[in-house]
């Protein structure tokens, strides 16, 4: 049984296509590369991981498949390609040749909110529906009225929602993320992540038992075989250490959950849906 922790990133700062990498992010303003990971990785016995994009550019992913060629650890690369373009097409034929790209993902977050409603986005999502391929959702609350409507009028796209959208632990309010991602999640091929919820909690005052109400409500609506584990490394540094993640994670899961559905949890679902073999 696999083991893989389902998102985390690499960087170098010196490549300069993170617009929003900059010195005022205090820790993570530096180098984040695999060897920084690996001690964390062995000790809670992850053998793999799937790295996330952390820029909008093609030449980031590239950077990222080369770690991929270098490094076992990598179980494969979620990269980025520009939907909004008509090029979308030519970007993602050229990396789908790469057998370490597994996924792709828009910084939503980071753009219009009904950005993904847009005919040109809309028309390339078309292609990767067809294609069956994994798509990761960068979400918080506000975006997910607008996903909805992408999935009515693409029901099978499959895709993960990351950081379960980012519902708000900090002010311990679940509504309205709780109804809407529901609507999500009655979409059979849509998957969540159980990943950066401790950024999202008070600091620095958090404790494990605030992610309880979001976690335990992530598996009443997906399941135990739609959800994966994320540390979100090295984001997660800026709240607490990767050891405090995992922990506050496996603390908040409700008791007695069937270890087969912990093995889920823990790598499992990710192999799964990104297609890893060994």
Known sequence: ??????????????????????????????????????????????????????????????????????????????????????????QYAHLRKHKGFVGFRPMLQDLEDSWILRPQVMNNLKLVVEDDFPLDLQLRPRHLPYVLEVLRSFPTLRAVVDHAAKPFVAERVIEPWKTLLAELAAYPHIMCKLSGLVTEANQPSWRWEDLVPYVHAVIDMFGTDRIMFGSDWPVCLTTCSYDEVYHALRNALPVHLPEKAVSALFGENAARFYQIVR
């Open 1 to 90: 049984m696999m083991r893989i922790d389902a998102h985390q990133h690499y960087w170098l700062t010196e490549r300069g296509d993170y617009g929003w990498l900059t010195p005022e992010q205090g820790i993570l303003f530096a180098d984040y590369m695999p060897n920084q990971l690996r001690d964390d990785l062995k000790r809670h016995s992850f053998e793999r991981t799937i790295v996330v994009q952390a820029a909008p550019t093609i030449e980031e992913t590239e950077f990222l498949l080369a770690l991929y060629e270098e490094y076992e650890s990598i179980a494969g690369v979620v990269g980025w390609a520009d939907l909004d373009s008509p090029l979308f097409g030519e």
